[in-house]
């Protein structure tokens, strides 16, 4: 196993001395980093980043300049109730994004592994992103919102509170996402519409032929049939079997309490 660099933080930084930092870590010049903060091993926080206080911040992630984590949500209802911020490892959070802590509703906003969080991003209270998350430059998410693994979300995109992107969805820049985007689809406009499945990305993350015609089968179904939503739901799950996939799919809109995006 290969030896980790020593810790080394500026002399104008200012660490807590509640404060866990691991090995190898680096913290830049004037770096704010609040009592409660676990930053894991081989960990770079840039120029200027607060980490205000009860941030979990995972192995090998980088921190860019100016970046704010951990602060207070950004909601009326919070009465200073202890809640976390949870990154992952390998998270890359770059220059000026704003990630807050939860509420009491969950207790934690929580970042997967392995994200790319572009310049001036915005992820606020109770939100959870899963891992492989891709988030372009001013993305601003309201509380609450859900977003599965390998998703991608084009620059200057609001998201409503508790809207649900599903996994290895692409939602395209300057949407205005106001109801859970389904699964593997791709969605974009304001408000957004559906463009078919996000066919580039299931092939890139090797998703199999089979796998890609059963979901394009039941996108069809779905989204192009002249039955209603409900009743293509039916006709999916029959004609459709033994793919979880297109089970994830069925069960995803299924759940959605905001409505669909179509």
């Not at 890359?92 to 310049?119: K, W, Y």
């Not at 957004?192 to 039941?218: C, F």
């Not at 049939?225 to 996939?245: C, M, Q, T």
């Amino acid at each position: 196993m290969t030896a980790r660099a020593d810790t080394m933080i500026h002399p104008s930084a200012i660490v807590d001395s509640d404060a866990q930092i691991g090995e190898g870590v680096s913290i830049g010049p004037w770096a704010l980093i609040g009592p409660g903060v676990s930053v894991g091993h081989g960990t770079t926080i840039g120029p200027r980043v607060l980490i205000e206080r009860d941030t979990i911040l995972g192995e090998d992630c980088k921190v860019g300049n100016g970046a704010v984590l951990g602060t207070d949500p950004q909601d009326l209802k919070y009465r200073g109730e202890l809640s976390t911020l949870e990154i992952g490892d390998r998270t890359v959070i770059r220059e000026f994004a704003t990630l807050n802590r939860g509420t009491a509703a969950s207790g934690r906003t929580v970042v997967g592994s392995d994200c790319l969080l572009m310049a001036y991003t915005h992820v606020a209270h109770d939100c959870e992103l899963g891992n492989h998350v891709i988030l372009a430059n001013s993305v601003n998410m309201a509380g609450h919102v859900r977003i599965e693994d390998w998703v991608i979300v084009g620059g200057l995109t609001p998201i409503h509170q508790f809207v649900r992107i599903g996994a290895h969805a692409f939602v395209g820049g300057g949407s205005r996402v106001s109801q859970d985007v389904p699964p593997y689809c791709r969605a974009a406009g304001n408000p957004p519409r559906l463009s078919g499945l996000n066919t580039v990305g299931l092939e890139r993350r090797g998703v199999s032929d089979h796998v890609r015609k059963a979901l394009k089968a039941a996108y069809r179904m779905l989204f192009k049939s002249d039955v209603n939503l409900s009743k293509a739901l039916d006709r999916a799950e029959e004609e459709i079997e033994g793919v979880p996939e297109v089970r994830h799919m069925i069960e995803f809109i299924r759940a959605s309490e905001r409505g669909i995006t179509t």
